[in-house]
């Protein structure tokens, strides 16, 4: 579906399938030097037949945290344009996000990859191009939330907190410099719609997302304690076996 407004001047554009699929190269490789070229090449292309593609490249060729930028920008100039940019984009976040296991530190490239997928889902909510993609990374906290209380994940807990960080305002509700939304000043609360920070998701959705992370973290924190009781009791019980000690 393309927005009315955008039809007759769509049809003046090249719809071609060559041009097409050169864009769609362009937008999976998309990086932050390449975003000005892409950018203007959508104004001069008609992708009405190849929105889903367009989402499905931009999504998959996402693989670094540096290229979210370009990405949401790129995204929501194709928006503005294609109404249905929006549930393609949901699709390939489905498809994208989940991971059928837990993440682990030994294998970065995916540990990079799937932060960098958090936060294009953070911007995309955030900017309501795709609003029901909270669903998304509601589903995918309580994912991360298990694995971090359950065994001490240390990459599940480096993926929240980079989650946390990247939707503190609009996700959870945390105001400048940390303080809450409600305790936030005048002040504060003008410099946030002056930055472009109007979005935030619903209350039950932060109260859900802040206590699951606070729940994780903590749980993990009473793991690390125990292990370092136990490493303690241990080297107490085994004195004289520390660095190469004589015994």
């Known amino acids: 579906m393309v927005r009315l407004d955008?039809?007759?001047?769509?049809?003046?554009?090249?719809?071609?399938?060559?041009?097409?699929?050169?864009?769609?190269?362009?937008?999976?490789?998309?990086?932050?030097?390449?975003?000005?070229a892409v950018l203007e090449e959508i104004g001069t292309t008609n992708q009405s037949r190849f929105v889903a593609e367009a989402a499905a490249a931009l999504v998959e060729g996402l693989q670094r945290p540096r290229e979210v930028a370009a990405a949401a920008e790129v995204a929501a100039a194709l928006h503005r344009r294609y109404a249905d940019l929006a549930a393609g984009l949901e699709q390939a976040l489905a498809r994208e996000l989940p991971s059928p296991s837990a993440p682990t530190t030994e294998d970065r490239p995916a540990l990079v990859r799937r932060r960098a997928l958090l936060r294009l889902a953070v911007e995309l909510v955030a900017t309501e191009t795709v609003p029901a993609a909270l669903t998304l990374i509601g589903g995918e906290v309580r994912r991360l939330c298990a694995a971090a209380s359950e065994s001490g994940n240390v990459a599940a807990l480096s993926l929240l907190a980079s989650l946390a960080k990247a939707g503190r305002e609009e996700l959870l509700g945390l105001g400048i410099g940390g303080l809450s939304a409600s305790d936030s000043d005048?002040?504060?609360?003008?410099?946030?719609?002056?930055?472009?920070?109007?979005?935030?998701?619903?209350?039950?959705?932060?109260?859900?997302?802040?206590?699951?992370?606070?729940a994780a973290l903590e749980a993990a924190a009473t793991r690390l304690a125990r292990e370092r009781a136990r490493s303690s009791a241990w080297r107490r019980a085994t004195p004289g076996t520390w660095f190469g000690a004589a015994t």
């Open 6 to 36: 955008d039809e007759a001047a769509l049809s003046s554009l090249d719809s071609s399938m060559k041009r097409n699929n050169a864009l769609l190269r362009r937008i999976r490789t998309l990086s932050d030097e390449s975003r000005a």
């Open 186 to 214: 005048a002040a504060a609360a003008r410099l946030r719609e002056e930055i472009g920070l109007a979005w935030h998701a619903p209350a039950g959705a932060r109260q859900q997302l802040f206590a699951a992370l606070r």
